[in-house]
T-cell receptor
Framework: GQQLNQSPQSMFIQEGEDVSMNCTSS?????WLWYKQDPGEGPVLLIA?????ELTSNGRLTAQFGITRKDSFLNISASIPSDVGIYFC???????????FGKGTSLLVTP | SAVISQKPSRDICQRGTSLTIQCQVD?????MFWYRQQPGQSLTLIAT?????????ESGFVIDKFPISRPNLTFSTLTVSNMSPEDSSIYLC?????????????FGSGTQLSVL
């Protein structure tokens, strides 16, 4: 599978700050997904995007599916300590196909 | 969303032995996948578990090392055979749930494998 380019690799921020991370690919995807993984757990789906240009929110999280279909970003507003974890972007070419993952963004939030 | 139960959640094994990981879903799903996540790394697809036929393996993964069963639409197993310390990873089962625009891929909580 293709490796997506996810940045930044890690972030160390203070509680209350906003966070932005993004993912790019050299290939087109028809679905972009963002997951959060806590230590010792499997990834938990945060947001799924299905259409180019789509902007979707889930509480303090907002994600966008890039117009070119080759990128996506995730924003977290007013971060809190429980936002700590590793965030993965993933792209899917078509339904029924497995995901291609980014390398993850490790987020640390200090009170 | 699909509820996925993966067992065992963790295990410590001796080199040369084999471990079978089970993945049970609370509803029938067409697509089931097995991923590996090495320490500090992202997820890498091992294979697609096909119901009623042999699994489809990704480059670098072979059936002799990672035999997979998929007897029905709610259950699959992954065996890690003849283990070595390099097999120490988290192994994750993933399924595609929902329909149409609501189709999403969900993950089990993973099996943390340590090989001594």
């Amino acid at each position: 599978g293709q490796q997506l380019n996810q940045s930044p690799q890690s972030m160390f921020i203070q509680e209350g700050e906003d966070v932005s991370m993004n993912c790019t690919s050299s290939s087109i995807f028809n679905t972009w997904l963002w997951y959060k993984q806590d230590p010792g757990e499997g990834p938990v789906l945060l947001i799924a995007l299905y259409k180019a240009g789509e902007l979707t929110s889930n509480g303090r999280l907002t994600a966008q599916f890039g117009i070119t279909r080759k990128d996506s970003f995730l924003n977290i507003s007013a971060s809190i300590p429980s936002d700590v974890g590793i965030y993965f972007c993933a792209g899917q070419t078509n339904s029924g196909y497995a995901l291609n993952f980014g390398k993850g963004t490790s987020l640390l939030v200090t009170p | 969303s699909a509820v996925i139960s993966q067992k065992p959640s963790r295990d410590i094994c001796q080199r040369g032995t084999s471990l079978t990981i089970q993945c049970q879903v609370d509803s029938q799903v067409t697509m089931m996948f097995w991923y590996r996540q090495q320490p500090g790394q992202s997820l890498t697809l091992i294979a697609t578990a096909n119901q009623g036929s042999e699994a489809t393996y990704e480059s670098g993964f072979v059936i002799d090392k990672f035999p997979i069963s998929r007897p029905n639409l709610t259950f699959s197993t992954l065996t890690v055979s003849n283990m070595s310390p390099e097999d120490s990873s988290i192994y994750l089962c993933s399924v595609e749930g929902g329909t149409g625009d609501d189709e999403k891929l969900f993950f089990g909580s993973g099996t943390q494998l340590s090989v001594l």
